[in-house]
C-alpha cells in the first residue's frame, strides 16, 4: 500500500500498540472504568481491546475495531468529549461543552496513556483533520482511508448529535495527542494560532477543519474550555519566542527621530529643544533627559558624581559615557554658582590666568567647603537653571552671565568638561551671535581653560571649534546634550576628568548648542569643580572609567561638531586639551602640564590629574589639544555612537525615579529621597544667585505634595532648600574631616542618610538606592547587584 | 528521653531567653528609672534658681526624651566611630554629634580642652615622677 511506506510511524505504533496491549496496565481499564459514566459500556470496551489486542490486527483492522469501540464508548458515555465540545461550544451553549469535558478528559487522558488509543486516535482521526492543518495529517489521512472512510461514515451521521461528540472528541484527542507524539512540535503552534483565530471568529464553521486545527493543537488543551487551553498554548509559545530584543533599539530610534522633530517643531521653546536637541544629539541622554522636564538631568547627575568618584574600576561603557555627562553638568552648574556666589562681578576682560585662579580659589572653596554632594547639587541645579536660561534667553543678559560665569567657570573648572562644554558653548554663542563682544570671546576663553581642566582636550577643541562657529542652534544642541551627558553620567566626577576624549567630543557638540554662555560655563565650572573633588577621592579607576565613557559619548559629538563645520581654530586649544585630557585618559599624570599651574594643581595634590590638567591643559593648550582632541573624537566615533545609544535605554525607564529624587531636595518634601539625588539638582544660573529654577522646585514640591501647591512657596521653599543645601554641604565636609579625608567621599553621603533618618537599621542604602534612583545610578551604586557575582571592582561597601 | 530532654532544653533554652530579655527590660526600666530621677534633681535646681517649679508631666517628659536621645547618641557615636575606622568612641566623634546646637557644641569644646590639658598635666606629673624614680634608681645601684 503506498500510505504504507508513508503512514510507516503509524503502522509500525498500531502494531505496536496491538501487539503489546496485554502489557497494557491495568491503569487504562480501572481509570477508564472510573472515568466513565458507562463502566459497564467502557468496560466491555475494554475487554474488547483486549481481545482485539491478542490477536494481531493489521492498521485497518484494528482501526476499525478502534472505531467501533469508540463509537460504542461515545454513545455509552453521557459526557462529550472537549475537542467537538469547543467546536461546538462556539455555535452552541458552554454547558455541553463543560459537562462532557471532565469525561472526555478522563477518556482522553486514559486514551493518551495507552499508546493504542492514541494510535487509534490518529488513525481514525486522521480522514477528519483537514488537509490545512498539516502536511502530517494531511498524510495520514489518505494513509488510511478505508479506515477513515468508515470513520467519516460515522461521522456524519453522528456530525451534528451529540453522539458525534465522543466520537470526535476521542478522535480528535487522540490524533491530537498522537501529533504530540510527532517530533515537529513547532507545526503545533502553527495550528493554535490557525485555531485561536478560527475560535475568534466563532467559527462558524464547525468543520473538520476546526477539529483539525483543534486536534493540532495540543491535546491536553482539548479537554477543557473552550478558549483558554488554545489561547494559552499560543501565548505560552510565544513567551519562549522572547522577542524583546529589537524593542527598545526601536524605541530609541524613533524616540530619537522624533525628539528631532519635535525639536524643528518647537523651535520656539528653550528648554524643550534644549531637551530635545540633547537628546537628539546624544541618545545617551535623551534618556535621561528626555524624562524630566527640568529635573532629568540633575538628579542622575548627583549620584553619579558621588558615586562616580567612588566607584573605581567598574565602568561598564555605557555607565561611564552616562556618568561622564552627568559630571560635566554637575561641574558646570557647580562651578557656575559658586563663581557667582563667589566671584560675584569677574569682569569679561579678565584674563584667563584671573579665571583660572579666581577657579583655583573657587575649587578650593568648594573642595573646602561644600561637599561634593553640593557642588553636585548645584552643578545639577545650575545646570537646570542654566540650561533655562539659556534656552530662554540669548540675549545681553546671557552674555553678561556668561561672561562672569564664564570667567569663573574656567577657573572653577578644572575638572569637568562640563564647564568646558557650557563655557564653550557660550563661548561659540557668544562669538557666533555676537551679541556680546567681550563676554562670549572671554568666554571663549573661559570655556577653552575650563575644558582644559576638565577634560581636556575634548572640551577644548570643542570651545575652539564651537567659537569659531556660530551656529547658535548647533550650540544650543550641542550643549544640551552635553549638559544631558552629564546628567546622565552622573558618575562625571571620575568620567569628567578622564574621558578627555570623550569629553571633547561631547563638548564640541555641546558647545555649539550652546545658547546661554554664562550658565553653562558656570555648570561646566561647578561640574569641573566638582569633578576635581571627587576626583580626588575618586580612584584612578573611576578616572578610567569616566574617560572612557567621556570618550565614548564624546567623541561622536565632537564629529558633529566637525561636520557642522566648527573651524579648527579652537583645534589648537582642543588639541592642547586632548593632550592633555590623554593624559589623565591614561593615568598619567602630567608633570609638564601641571607645573605651570602648579598652583591649580596643588590644589588638589590627590585629586585626580583631570582637574590640575584641564588647568594646566587650558592654559597649555591653545593650541595643541585642540587638533589631537579632534582626531581623538574621530577615533571612535561608531563605538562611541554605539555605547551611547545604548545608554539612554535606563534612564528611559525609570523618568519617575529621577523625578523621586528631584523632589526631596525641598525643605518641605520629607520624603525618604536620597538626599544625595536631591542635592543634585541645585542649579545656579549664572544670571541668578545660586539656587534651583523655579519650575524644577515647584514641579518637584508639587510632586510630592500631592495637593495643590500655590507658587506662593516658592521663595520660601527656596531658601529652605538654600540652607538645607548648606547645612547638608557642611556636614558632609565634617563627616569627611572627621575621617580624616579631604574628599567627601559616599560613605559620608551615607552617614549623612543615616543622621537624616533616611537610613536605619531596617532600610539600608540599597534599598533606597533602588527604590529612588534609575538604573544606572544604581549600577553603580551597587555593582555587585548587576554584575553576575563576578565583581572586577572593589566592593564599595566594607 | 530523648525527647523529653530535647524539650526540657528548649524549655530552658527559651526561658532563659525570656529571662535574658526580661532582664534587658528590667534594665532599661531601672536606667529611665534613674534618669528620671536624675531630671528630676536638675530642674529642682533649676526651677529654684528662677523660681519656677517643674510640673510632673514636664519632668517626665524630659526624662524620657531624653532617655531616647541618649539612644540616638550612642547610635551616632558608634557610626562616626566607624566612620572614622576606629572601634573606640573618641571626643571627636563626641564634638561631632554635638555640634549641631552651638551651646552645646561650644560647652563640650570647652570641656574637651579642659580634659585635654587635665590629661595632659596628669602625664607631665607621672613624667615627673617617674623621672626622679629612674634618676633615684639609676643612682642607687
Known amino acids: 500500500m503506498d500510505s504504507v511506506d508513508e503512514d510507516l510511524s503509524a503502522r509500525i505504533l498500531l502494531q505496536n500498540v496491538i501487539q503489546t496491549e496485554s502489557s497494557r496496565s491495568p491503569i487504562t481499564r480501572s481509570a477508564s472504568q472510573a472515568q466513565f459514566q458507562s463502566p459497564g459500556s467502557r468496560v466491555r470496551h475494554s475487554i474488547r481491546l483486549r481481545r482485539s489486542d491478542v490477536v494481531a490486527l493489521t492498521p485497518q483492522e484494528a482501526l476499525k475495531q478502534s472505531i467501533k469501540k469508540k463509537l460504542r464508548e461515545s454513545t455509552s458515555r453521557s459526557s462529550l468529549p472537549e475537542p467537538p465540545s469547543k467546536r461546538w461550544a462556539v455555535s452552541e451553549g458552554v454547558g455541553k461543552i463543560n459537562t462532557p469535558a471532565p469525561a472526555t478528559a478522563s477518556l482522553l487522558y486514559d486514551d493518551d496513556i495507552t499508546p493504542r488509543y492514541l494510535l487509534r486516535g490518529i488513525l481514525q482521526t486522521e480522514p477528519e483533520t483537514s488537509l490545512l492543518v498539516q502536511d502530517r495529517p494531511v498524510r495520514k489521512e489518505p494513509e488510511l482511508p478505508s479506515t477513515n472512510s468508515s470513520l467519516h461514515s460515522n461521522r456524519p451521521s453522528t456530525g451534528l448529535s451529540d453522539l458525534d461528540f465522543p466520537d470526535m472528541t476521542t478522535t480528535v484527542n487522540l490524533s491530537n495527542t498522537v501529533k504530540g507524539l510527532r517530533r515537529k512540535r513547532p507545526c503545533r503552534s502553527l495550528n493554535i494560532t490557525a485555531f485561536n483565530r478560527q475560535l475568534e471568529h466563532e467559527g462558524g464553521s464547525a468543520t473538520e477543519k476546526d477539529l483539525s486545527s483543534l486536534s493540532s493543537a495540543s491535546p491536553s488543551s482539548i479537554t477543557f474550555s473552550l478558549k483558554t487551553p488554545f489561547v494559552d498554548i499560543p501565548n505560552e509559545k510565544r513567551r519562549f519566542q522572547r522577542k524583546v530584543a529589537n524593542r527598545k533599539k526601536i524605541c530609541l530610534e524613533e524616540f530619537d527621530e522624533a525628539l528631532r522633530n519635535r525639536q524643528a517643531a518647537m523651535g520656539g521653546d528653550p528648554e524643550l529643544s534644549v531637551r530635545e536637541d540633547q537628546q537628539g544629539l546624544s541618545e545617551t541622554v535623551r534618556s535621561e533627559g528626555f524624562t524630566l522636564g527640568l529635573s532629568d538631568l540633575t538628579a542622575p547627575d548627583i549620584t553619579h558624581d558621588i558615586i562616580t568618584s567612588k566607584t573605581e574600576l567598574y565602568a561598564p561603557p555605557d555607565d561611564t559615557a552616562t556618568t561622564f555627562t552627568i559630571a560635566t553638568q554637575d561641574k558646570d552648574t557647580i562651578t557656575g554658582t559658586q563663581i557667582q556666589r563667589e566671584m560675584g562681578g569677574m569682569k569679561d576682560e579678565e584674563e584667563k590666568d584671573m579665571e583660572e585662579v579666581g577657579e583655583q580659589k573657587e575649587y578650593k572653596m568648594e573642595i573646602d567647603n561644600k561637599d561634593r554632594e553640593d557642588l553636585a547639587v548645584d552643578a545639577g541645579q545650575r545646570e537646570a537653571l542654566v540650561r533655562q536660561e539659556e534656552s530662554k534667553s540669548q540675549t545681553e543678559e546671557v552674555a553678561d552671565s556668561r561672561t562672569g560665569e564664564d570667567e569663573e567657570l574656567a577657573k572653577s573648572q578644572t575638572e569637568g568638561e562640563v564647564a568646558e562644554s557650557p563655557a564653550e558653548g557660550e563661548v561659540a554663542e557668544s562669538p557666533a551671535e555676537g551679541e556680546v563682544a567681550a563676554s562670549p570671546t572671554e568666554g571663549e576663553e573661559e570655556e577653552m581653560t575650563e575644558s582644559q581642566t576638565e577634560d581636556v582636550a575634548d572640551e577644548g577643541r570643542q570651545v575652539v571649534e564651537k567659537g569659531l562657529t556660530s551656529q547658535s542652534l548647533l550650540h544650543n544642541a550641542m550643549h544640551i546634550s552635553r549638559r544631558a551627558y552629564c546628567s546622565e553620567g552622573g558618575v562625571k566626577v571620575a568620567g569628567v576628568m578622564e574621558g578627555g576624549r570623550g569629553y571633547k567630543s561631547m563638548g564640541a557638540e555641546l558647545h555649539p548648542t550652546e545658547t546661554g554662555c554664562a550658565g553653562r560655563r558656570s555648570e561646566g565650572d561647578t561640574a569641573g569643580e566638582w569633578h576635581s573633588g571627587p576626583e580626588v577621592g575618586a580612584s584612578e579607576s573611576a578616572h578610567t572609567r569616566t574617560v572612557t565613557l567621556g570618550s565614548a559619548p564624546p567623541s561622536p559629538l565632537p564629529q558633529e561638531d566637525e561636520l557642522e563645520g566648527l573651524s579648527r581654530t579652537g583645534t589648537s586649544l582642543g588639541n592642547e586639551e586632548m593632550e592633555n585630557s590623554m593624559p589623565p585618559l591614561e593615568m598619567t599624570f602630567e608633570p609638564e602640564n601641571n607645573a605651570p599651574h602648579s598652583s591649580i594643581s596643588s590644589l588638589h595634590p590627590i585629586t585626580t590629574q583631570s582637574p590640575a590638567d584641564h588647568e594646566e591643559d587650558w592654559d597649555d593648550v591653545e593650541e595643541r589639544d585642540g587638533i589631537q582632541s579632534e582626531e581623538l573624537s574621530m577615533k571612535t566615533p561608531a563605538f562611541v555612537r554605539e555605547k551611547r545609544n545604548a545608554l539612554p535605554i535606563d534612564p528611559l525607564a525609570t523618568p519617575t525615579i529621577l523625578k523621586d529624587l528631584q523632589p526631596s531636595v525641598s525643605a518641605g518634601a520629607a520624603a525618604a529621597v536620597k538626599p544625595k539625588a536631591v542635592r543634585g539638582k541645585r542649579t545656579g544660573s549664572a544670571k541668578k544667585d545660586p539656587g534651583l529654577s523655579k519650575s524644577y522646585i515647584m514641579s518637584v514640591f508639587k510632586h510630592f505634595a500631592k495637593t495643590k501647591v500655590s507658587t506662593d512657596v516658592y521663595p520660601v521653599l527656596k531658601e529652605i532648600m538654600e540652607l538645607y543645601f548648606d547645612r547638608l554641604a557642611d556636614d558632609l565636609e565634617m563627616f569627611a574631616a572627621h575621617a580624616k579625608r579631604k574628599t567627601i567621599e559616599v560613605e559620608d553621603v551615607e552617614l549623612l542618610m543615616r543622621r537624616q533618618g533616611f537610613v536605619t537599621d531596617s532600610m539600608p542604602v540599597n534599598v533606597l538606592i533602588e527604590k529612588y534612583l534609575p538604573m544606572e545610578s544604581r549600577k553603580l551604586l551597587i555593582p555587585v547587584a548587576t554584575s553576575g557575582n563576578y565583581v572586577i571592582p572593589k566592593p564599595r561597601r566594607k | ?141
Do not use: W
Open chain 2, 1 to 141: 528521653m530523648l525527647s523529653t530532654t530535647s524539650c526540657r532544653a528548649n524549655v530552658n533554652f527559651r526561658e532563659k531567653m525570656a529571662t535574658a530579655m526580661d532582664e534587658e527590660e528590667r534594665k532599661l526600666q531601672r536606667l529611665k528609672a534613674a534618669v528620671h530621677y536624675t531630671v528630676g534633681r536638675l530642674c529642682q535646681s533649676i526651677g529654684e534658681d528662677h523660681q519656677k517649679e517643674f510640673s510632673r508631666q514636664v519632668i517626665a517628659a524630659i526624662a524620657e526624651t531624653t532617655f531616647r536621645q541618649c539612644d540616638i547618641f550612642a547610635k551616632d557615636l558608634e557610626a562616626f566611630a566607624r566612620h572614622a575606622k576606629r572601634s573606640t568612641v573618641s571626643v571627636e566623634d563626641v564634638k561631632l554629634t554635638a555640634r549641631r546646637s552651638t551651646a552645646l557644641s561650644n560647652f563640650i569644646q570647652r570641656k574637651s580642652e579642659e580634659i585635654a590639658s587635665a590629661n595632659q598635666e596628669q602625664r607631665d606629673t607621672r613624667k615627673k615622677i617617674a623621672g626622679k624614680r629612674k634618676n633615684t634608681e639609676m643612682v642607687l645601684p
